[in-house]
């Protein structure tokens, strides 16, 4: 709880600098699955990341507002339900969709339960804080994008990220552009 509060103020607060690179989608999925490892199993977990899908983001950030948001998808579903990630990225931006076919959010509180402090469904009192949105709301925020909640057939959640004017990442053999001859002209 700590730990969480103290990361959602530091963002909220301008105290956490953006550190983007381009990101394989499929190994921002993947690391944020691992942490999840000894869950997966109790639910239907399907991803649709294409291989060739690259992100320009905040890696750190992105896995844990993916970790939150996966972690949220098997709290509130029962097991066996299916959950689904999913990445596509189209001109100008990202989206990272996870959804589930659980009982989805209570009718008109999609806003509201991505503000800290709210949680969803009546849930035992150890199941969390109601951080986890909050937080993957402020790494949209940090990010230029956004964070959207809603009902559709469970629930769904579809993190937007902004993405540069350039569709693929530099390729790695390319040199740094060299500096000009410092040395001056006689």
Request: negative net charge; aromatic residues 4%.
């Amino acid at each position: 709880l700590m730990s969480d509060l103290l990361d959602l103020a530091r963002m909220e607060d301008g105290a956490v600098q953006l550190q983007p690179e381009w990101c394989p989608a499929d190994d921002l999925v993947a690391e944020a699955l691992a942490l999840l490892e000894p869950r997966l199993h109790t639910h239907d977990v399907v991803q649709a990341v294409p291989a060739e899908a690259i992100v320009w983001c905040d890696p750190r950030l992105v896995q844990q507002a993916l970790f939150n948001l996966v972690d949220n998808a098997l709290r509130h579903t029962p097991a066996g339900s299916r959950v689904r990630i999913a990445v596509d990225v189209v001109p100008g931006g990202c989206e990272l969709v996870v959804s589930d076919n659980g009982p989805g959010l209570p009718p008109g509180q999609e806003e509201a339960v991505l503000r800290k402090f709210t949680r969803g469904q009546a849930e035992p009192a150890r199941s969390g804080f109601g951080l986890g949105l909050a937080i993957c709301q402020a790494v949209a925020r940090l990010h230029e994008g956004g964070l959207q909640a809603r009902s559709e057939g469970g629930a769904c959640f579809t993190l937007w990220l902004p993405q540069p004017a350039t569709a693929a990442a530099p390729p790695p053999d390319t040199p740094p552009d060299t500096p000009a001859d410092p040395r001056p002209v006689t």
